[in-house]
């Protein structure tokens, strides 16, 4: 069973998330901003990072590089999922080391054979 860590700052979405992946069998650690997903990085390690842009005290871009210049962590796999859709947007993301970027609103299916995808790496 996969363990997934979600990172986002609105509690509607991290539940959304949270339900889709609970039923399709993956174990769910929920974080309110980067800074609070970097605190549960440092006692655990899941299996794969879902992580906002735009969050308070510490956004998914400085999460990311944090994650990827970690060398304990720098392989774990790192999904941005932001309402930024714009082509830079996705190409700064990719640039900070995410190993895929999925704009809001998601597709169910898109989003978990992103996950399956990257944990099969």
């Known amino acids: 069973m996969s363990t997934i860590l979600v990172v986002d700052d609105s509690g509607m979405l991290?539940?959304?998330v949270s339900e889709l992946l609970k039923k399709s069998g993956m174990t769910v650690i929920l974080a309110n901003d980067g800074l609070e997903g970097k605190?549960?990085?440092?006692?655990?390690i899941p299996d794969l990072v879902i992580t906002?842009?735009?969050?308070?005290?510490?956004?998914?871009y400085e999460l990311c590089r944090w994650i990827k210049g970690n060398p304990k962590l720098q392989n774990l796999p790192v999904i941005m999922c932001s309402?930024?859709?714009?082509?830079?947007?996705?190409?700064?993301?990719?640039?900070?080391?995410?190993?895929?970027y999925i704009t809001k609103p998601f597709h169910?299916?898109?989003m978990l054979e992103t996950i399956k995808q990257l944990l099969r790496k």
């Open 14 to 16: 991290r539940e959304m």
């Open 108 to 110: 169910p299916v898109e």
């Open 83 to 100: 309402t930024k859709n714009e082509d830079f947007d996705r190409y700064w993301g990719m640039k900070q080391g995410a190993d895929a």
């Open 52 to 60: 906002d842009l735009i969050m308070p005290r510490m956004n998914g």
């Open 39 to 44: 605190e549960q990085l440092e006692n655990m």
